[in-house]
């Protein structure tokens, strides 16, 4: 019981803010939320690292505390995804079945302890992290049966319970988008495709499902594309 009434008492909370445009509308949300927010993001070697510049963009805009974690050295242990090794990005849609060449083994679940790590060291209450129904098919640590088993371990990993709160982990990329532009959110801010070039390339499973979440809302995506 304590544990429930502490953490609706307590509004600090760890954003896992890897700078795409699914965690800058959940870390607009938290604070939307009345959240004190403290924001995480990792270096683990992705090729898409441009997106952590945004992420630190944005946070100084928005005068929170944000770390960027290098985790690179664990690449010495995981290989075979075509976000960390010289293997080619995949185009095409997002549920295709080349898209899994994207899977970093193991990744989320190292993220989020980490997280947690860090939760229980500020006292934070929570860590919120942007997991969506579009990545289902692809990417087994974005399954709701992977967040509820991990928010479970971690209700008992230390003497203090952190909740995995995933606040889009039912709906499409097009819904957070719809939720985020009720927010006014500026998208110019963040970075989704898979290449680090200087414009986006259009034809990555991450830039295809951008795309269409921007098509079923009527807007325009304000990022510049190669075509």
């Given at each position: 019981m304590s544990s429930k009434i502490n953490r609706n008492i307590n509004k600090k909370v760890i954003v896992i803010y890897s700078g795409g445009m699914d965690s800058f509308t959940v870390l607009n949300r938290a604070i939307k939320d009345d959240k004190e927010v403290y924001a995480l993001s990792f270096d683990y070697g992705q090729r898409h690292v441009k997106e952590l510049q945004c992420a630190s963009d944005v946070?100084?805009?928005?005068?929170?505390?944000?770390?960027?974690?290098?985790?690179?050295?664990?690449?010495?242990?995981?290989?075979?995804?075509?976000?960390?090794?010289?293997?080619?990005?995949?185009?095409?849609?997002?549920?295709?079945?080349?898209?899994?060449?994207?899977?970093?083994?193991?990744?989320?679940?190292?993220?989020l302890s980490l997280a947690?790590?860090?939760?229980?060291?500020?006292?934070?209450?929570?860590?919120?992290?942007?997991?969506?129904?579009?990545?289902?098919?692809?990417?087994?640590?974005?399954?709701?049966?992977?967040?509820?088993?991990?928010?479970d371990v971690c209700q008992i990993a230390n003497y203090e319970a952190v909740e995995i709160f995933s606040p889009y982990l039912?709906?499409?990329?097009?819904?957070?988008?719809?939720?985020?532009?009720?927010?006014?959110?500026?998208?110019?801010?963040?970075?989704t495709c898979y290449n680090g070039r200087e414009k986006a390339c259009g034809?990555?499973?991450?830039?295809?499902?951008?795309?269409?979440?921007?098509h079923d809302n009527n807007v325009e995506d304000p990022l510049a594309y190669e075509s």
């Open positions: 946070c100084e805009k928005l005068n929170i505390p944000h770390k960027v974690i290098d985790i690179t050295t664990i690449n010495q242990l995981l290989a075979g995804s075509s976000l960390t090794d010289e293997i080619d990005i995949p185009e095409g849609h997002y549920e295709a079945e080349t898209m899994k060449s994207t899977v970093v083994p193991n990744r989320n679940m190292i993220l947690v790590g860090y939760a229980v060291s500020v006292g934070a209450a929570q860590v919120y992290y942007g997991a969506h129904s579009g990545d289902h098919a692809i990417y087994p640590d974005c399954r709701p049966e992977f967040v509820e088993k991990m928010n039912t709906v499409t990329k097009s819904d957070i988008l719809t939720d985020g532009l009720k927010m006014a959110l500026d998208y110019s801010q963040t970075w034809k990555c499973g991450a830039c295809q499902e951008r795309l269409e979440a921007f």
